[in-house]
């Protein structure tokens, strides 16, 4: 049988042939460019969940199989024998990098980590119990106010740089939005230390005294920074995509993300999840979460449960409960009451026959929040750890989108619900 090429549409007795466009793996797509033009139709998908909205070459997802590959690699495989920048290089530039393109990449990300010093007077402009969230979008937007020789978007090497920067200065940020929450002074970074381990000393080291590096800790940082980095286009980076669709800069385009990001149903459920945790408490308290989960007339959801795409166990999830093991070892919690908890709830979710009908398993949120409480990161920089990681997925993402030649500015269409044309009635006359 010959393979088909189209799907044909019937409207109003007139049959419109559209093409069927075929990625490298994964579903074919209808493209339905020219809908419009030949039925004067426009088509209806609230949440985008049957809609490409652009063509890329970064990540594959299959979330019945529960697979993720980021330029053809699996999750698993980079976590296990990758880390965290030349993963970065990887995703922004399609190919692992040899030795020496991998040192020259250190370098450069390197040399961007310090930010303009009088950026650090944005942050005495917020309130100390800010959500570190709310001030790191304010910071990264402000970055595009301080580094005018890389937002011209029409110069590819202005792009790189814009890249470098954010990939660069996210973790000195992110450290000075958590130092500046507890009154502590702002560690400059120390080009000495990797990307992890700088990132862990200048948040929890302080000046008067030496600051030890956990290499277990910083190795499990880069791993959660790895299954973070990309995760095609999810709601954050389509928003970086729309963002960038009009021509703004990387740096007001990536602050979009992040304001994304934020949200309990996106990187906000890591938060959500720990929060959870610590409310359901002890193992006795599960079954009583778990009917009020099913309850369809109580909105509780099991966080950290759940996917728009993995129909399967995420395979994040699964990395991440083995790090979280050797995490809660290397800092001798070996029976940390809320990893009880989630293992104990994971397995009776698995075995009910809601979650199991809805295809609901544990997602990368479920064990992350564990592994970072026990590092002590306070809950509420769960989230900026996120857009930590995700910054290089986004900057990849629009790097793709800025050089497709067939990009155009993101322009939905609507189904328009609300009042036909009226005649204005003058104040005074109106009942
Ligand atoms: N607990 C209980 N029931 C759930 C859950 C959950 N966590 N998630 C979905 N359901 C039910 C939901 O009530 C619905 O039932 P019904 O068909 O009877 O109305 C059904 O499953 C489908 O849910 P949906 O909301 O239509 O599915 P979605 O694909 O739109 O939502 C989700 C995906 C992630 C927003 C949702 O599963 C959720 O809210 N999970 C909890 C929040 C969370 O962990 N988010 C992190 C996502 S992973 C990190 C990231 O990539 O950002």
Known sequence: MAEQTSVVLEDAGKKVSLPLMEGSVGP?????????????????????????????????????????LYRGYSIDELAEQ????????????????????????????????????????????????????AVICGVVGALSAFYHDSTDISDPHQRVVASHRLIAKMPTIIAMAYKYSVGQPFMYPRNDLDYCSNFLYMTFGVPCEPYKVSPTLANALDKIFILHADHEQNASTSTVRLAGSSGANPFACIAAGIACLWGPAHGGANEAALNMLQQVGTPDRIPEYIAKAKDK????????????????????????????????????????????????????????????????????????????????????MFTPLFALARTVGWIAQWAEMIADPSQKIGRPRQLYTGADRRTFVPVEARG
């Not at 030949?38 to 529960?66: L, M, N, R, V, W």
């Not at 995703?91 to 950026?119: C, D, R, W």
């Not at 996917?307 to 290397?330: C, F, G, I, S």
């Open 297 to 380: 007339n109580d909105p509780f959801r099991l966080m950290g449960f759940g996917h728009r795409v993995y129909k399967n166990y995420d395979p994040r999830a699964k990395v991440m409960q083995q790090t979280a093991k050797a995490v809660l070892e290397e800092l001798g919690v070996h029976n940390d009451p809320l990893f009880q908890v989630a293992m104990e709830l994971e397995k009776i979710a698995l075995s009910d026959e809601y979650f199991i009908e809805k295809k609901l398993y544990p997602n990368v949120d479920f064990y992350s929040g564990i592994i970072l409480r026990a590092m002590g990161f306070p809950t509420t």
């Open 82 to 133: 990758s880390d965290f920048p030349e993963v970065c290089y990887l995703l922004l530039n399609g190919e692992l990098p040899t030795a020496g393109q991998k040192s020259q990449f250190l370098k450069n990300i390197t040399y961007h980590t310090m930010v303009h010093e009088q950026l650090s007077m944005f942050f005495r402009g917020f309130r100390r119990d800010a959500h570190p969230m």
């Open 28 to 68: 074919k797509v209808i493209d339905i460019r020219k809908l419009y033009a030949e039925t004067g139709h426009f088509t209806y998908d609230p949440g985008f969940t049957s809609t490409a909205s652009c063509e890329s070459k970064i990540t594959y997802i299959d979330g019945d199989e529960g697979v993720l």
